[in-house]
């Protein structure tokens, strides 16, 4: 067998360290840089608390959070090559400044249309990340992703070289 033949599930909880603070956790998953292996991201489900949701009280105010291959990056930015999601959700103000509107969760990811049936990323190291942007409080974020561990042939290794840039 070249792999997973069903999907697993993985959970990262990433409480940021401070408000404002863009934080990493990893997931602790065995595996290492060296190995062959490719993780297929199939689905990927966030989950802010009510409470880091209730921090957004502004337009300027938002919250980022998503998965990434790195946690030296400085800043958050989509076009990263070691940023494989990002989901940015903030506040539109519309009428008065009571006004609102419900929040269904989880935020869901699908990869599963893409060719191969995901998305294709190292699958050491990982890392959920979480930010809050112009926001009182520290935030935490729940991700739980389904995935399928492909091992790689020599000439299968180029697919993830290729697939972890991104062309600009």
């Given at each position: 067998?070249?792999?997973?033949?069903?999907?697993?599930?993985?959970?990262?909880?990433?409480?940021?360290?401070?408000a404002?603070?863009?934080?990493?956790?990893?997931?602790?998953?065995?595996?290492?840089?060296?190995?062959?292996?490719?993780?297929?991201?199939?689905?990927?489900?966030?989950?802010?608390?009510?409470?880091?949701?209730?921090?957004?009280?502004d337009?300027?105010?938002?919250?980022?959070?998503?998965?990434?291959?790195?946690?030296?990056?400085?800043?958050?930015?989509?076009?990263?090559?070691?940023?494989?999601?990002?989901?940015?959700?903030?506040?539109?103000?519309?009428?008065?400044?009571?006004?609102?509107?419900?929040?269904?969760?989880?935020?869901?990811?699908?990869?599963t249309?893409?060719?191969?049936?995901?998305?294709?990323?190292?699958?050491?190291?990982?890392?959920?990340?979480?930010?809050?942007?112009?926001?009182?409080?520290?935030?935490?974020?729940?991700?739980?992703?389904?995935?399928?561990?492909?091992?790689?042939?020599?000439?299968?290794?180029?697919?993830?070289?290729?697939?972890?840039?991104?062309?600009?």
């Amino acid at each position: 067998m070249n792999g997973d033949q069903y999907a697993q599930d993985a959970a990262i909880t990433v409480v940021e360290s401070a408000a404002t603070t863009l934080t990493f956790q990893q997931l602790l998953a065995a595996g290492n840089v060296f190995e062959r292996r490719a993780m297929v991201i199939h689905r990927i489900e966030y989950v802010p608390t009510v409470t880091s949701l209730n921090l957004i009280l502004d337009e300027n105010d938002y919250i980022q959070f998503g998965l990434c291959t790195n946690n030296q990056i400085a800043t958050i930015s989509y076009l990263d090559p070691n940023v494989v999601d990002f989901y940015k959700y903030g506040m539109k103000k519309f009428g008065v400044a009571a006004s609102g509107f419900p929040v269904e969760t989880p935020f869901v990811r699908d990869f599963t249309a893409l060719p191969g049936g995901g998305k294709i990323i190292p699958s050491y190291p990982i890392y959920g990340y979480a930010q809050g942007v112009s926001i009182a409080g520290a935030i935490t974020v729940l991700i739980r992703f389904q995935f399928t561990i492909k091992t790689l042939k020599p000439e299968e290794y180029i697919e993830l070289v290729e697939a972890a840039r991104v062309i600009t």
